[in-house]
């Protein structure tokens, strides 16, 4: 069993989430992978080892009560929890003009909500302990207006609200919140699009260095923030998006 506490990933079954639970139990951690389906990480379409630092886990973020169910599970089975990515998410797109109400309410609920009831549910522990991380998965599109993307755009933005609210208002229980704003990032579901098609046209107008960014590097960036000692560090949206936000 590792000495190092557990961490908590929503949205560990595939894609980015996959690639910070397994870059985190190379790191010595034990990680709750959380996801709809329970499923152990899979990358490139292969699922990641059995191992007893990756503990799968079924539990639906959007559900009230959901994430406070699955921290006390944990904790029945040993486990100190130390820390929460909450990196589930959903991207759905749909005209401004039109969107349905139960489109706003999908995406909210699964970008959003599930962050402000993932982190109540998270304080007592992290509190307890006087000592404890939480990261954010936001978006560069936080700051941007995108066609079609009003409600996605205004979950994230909520994200980076929500991170800097909790930094502030639990910096004195020893807890720090820092989000991830990550540009265009290739991984097992958009391949297609990332690699062919208009997209691929406009990243490479768009991204300096012409590449999306991988899951990996999401990964590895989240893993030195929970592995360096900068208790100073708080508050912060972090952008990983190759200098497109700053491209003129
Ligand atoms: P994927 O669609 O590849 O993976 C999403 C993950 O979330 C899956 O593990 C899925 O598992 C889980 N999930 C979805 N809904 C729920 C739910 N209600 N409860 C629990 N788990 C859920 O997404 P990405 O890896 O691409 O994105 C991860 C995060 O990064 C998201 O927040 C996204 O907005 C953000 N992001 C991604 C970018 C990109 O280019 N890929 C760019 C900027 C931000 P299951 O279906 O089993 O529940």
Redesign the pocket.
């Known amino acids: 069993m590792s000495t190092r506490p557990c961490i908590v990933v ?9 690639a910070i639970s397994v870059r985190l139990a190379e790191a010595g951690f034990t990680v709750a992978c ?4 329970g ?1 152990l990480p899979t990358l490139g379409g292969v699922a990641a080892p059995a191992s007893e630092l990756l503990v799968p886990m079924a ?4 559900r009230t009560g959901a994430m406070v169910e699955a921290l006390a599970e944990l904790t029945r089975r040993g486990l100190q929890i130390g820390g929460l990515i909450n ?5 759905l797109d749909a005209p401004a003009a039109s969107a349905s109400l139960a489109h706003y309410e999908e995406v909210m609920s ?2 959003a909500t ?1 962050v402000f009831l993932a982190c109540q549910a998270v304080y007592p522990y992290l509190a307890e302990r006087k000592n404890g991380l939480i990261v954010n ?5 936080e700051k941007l207006g995108v066609k079609r993307n009003l409600a996605y755009c205004a979950s ?1 933005a909520a994200v980076g609200a929500m991170t800097r609210c909790l930094a502030v208002e639990w910096a004195g229980d020893g807890i720090r919140v820092l989000a991830i704003a ?4 290739h ?4 391949h297609e699009a990332m690699t062919a098609g208009p997209l691929r046209a406009y990243l490479d107008k768009r991204i300096p260095g012409k590449q999306p960014g991988t ?1 990996d590097e999401v990964a590895r960036l989240v893993t030195a923030l929970f592995t360096m000692d900068v208790p100073f560090l708080s508050g912060e949206t972090i952008t990983i998006d190759g200098a497109q936000g700053v491209a003129h």
């Open positions: 929503t949205g560990a079954s595939r894609g980015i989430g996959a959380l996801s709809r389906s499923a539990c639906d973020i959007t990196n589930a998410g959903v991207h699964t970008n599930s998965m936001g978006s560069f599109f994230k990550p540009g265009y990032i991984t097992d579901l958009n899951a």
